[in-house]
């Protein structure tokens, strides 16, 4: 069984800035990604960054100078159009360097709109075509265990992701195979490029299916840190011989108010001078 210590390989340098502040920040690169390019999927970026926040300065063991460092925990992106997430999250953590944002998306960057594994420094998996990420997590998470490692994997998932049986398929081998390395998190905002992915083909309870499969399963406001914080640290701290998951119920276009009441933000595109409006409603609500 894994075990879970508190020294953590993380960003030493700024570790007395909370959370919130580390949220704040990774949403201000995801909206300055956007700029660049007049569009892109920041609306969940915005809304997951609470999440990425607590993953990579609280929960994750990792050294930004060596990516490939062996004793790492793997962070898997399933959902590959959340590149621009994971890029914030990893230019926060002093992966990328802040500058290189510019580049979002155009030719020989190293954050293309689409995240593919090769190009990108801490990027563990090109998450391409939805439902891959958890069947890949289960290898990798086989691998670790008969290396004895004691690293975590973490696959982060959609709630459309839900809808694919591959899923399944991967929850139950992570069952069957007693993976208490794997730690799966469900972004559940509720939205899909052709509407509500509850109306698209709903998959609630979405924890007592969980249950069901063998897991354990928490359900948290994905936007209130510190519920997120407790859930990872019972995750991690878990002592039952089964892989867990971490259900996080969260606001698309969180942090920019006219954008979080818009009734489509699966893809934003907004006039010029609103990426500017966005960045001045995020300073705004920006944790004193």
């Not at 580390?22 to 700029?35: D, E, K, L, N, T």
């Not at 069957?176 to 559940?188: G, P």
Request: aromatic share 8%.
């Amino acid at each position: 069984m894994a075990e879970w210590t508190t020294e953590l390989e993380m960003p030493r340098a700024g570790s007395n800035v909370s959370l919130a502040e580390r949220a704040y920040s990774i949403r201000r690169h995801a909206v300055r990604m956007g700029q660049v390019q007049g569009q892109g999927y920041v609306g969940q970026a915005l809304g997951v960054a609470d999440v990425l926040a607590v993953a990579y300065f609280h929960a994750l063991r990792y050294r930004p100078e060596d990516t490939l460092w062996e004793g790492r925990d793997r962070f898997l992106l399933s959902i590959g159009h959340y590149a621009i997430a994971l890029y914030a999250a990893l230019i926060e953590a002093g992966v990328l360097p802040e500058e290189e944002l510019e580049t979002y998306g155009s030719d020989e960057s190293r954050m293309p709109m689409s995240g593919m594994a090769p190009y990108t420094p801490g990027m563990e998996i090109t998450g391409g075509s939805l439902g891959h990420g958890l069947g890949i997590a289960v290898g990798m998470c086989m691998g670790l265990t008969r290396k004895r490692s004691d690293s975590f994997v973490y696959n982060l998932l959609s709630d459309g992701e839900l809808g694919e049986g591959s899923t399944w398929e991967a929850a139950m081998s992570a069952a069957h195979h007693k993976l208490d390395n794997l730690i799966a998190i469900v972004d559940f905002n509720n939205q899909q490029a052709d509407g509500p992915s509850t109306a698209m083909l709903s998959s609630e309870p979405v924890t007592d299916k969980f249950e069901a499969f063998g897991w354990h399963a928490q359900r948290v406001d994905g936007n209130d840190i510190e519920a997120v914080r407790k859930a990872f640290d019972m995750a991690r701290g878990l002592k039952e011989p089964r892989p867990r998951v971490i259900v996080c119920d969260t606001r698309m276009a969180k942090g920019v108010p006219f954008l979080e009441t818009r009734e489509i933000t699966h893809f934003i595109r907004v006039e010029p001078h609103e990426w500017t409006l966005a960045l001045e409603a995020l300073e705004k609500g920006r944790p004193r």
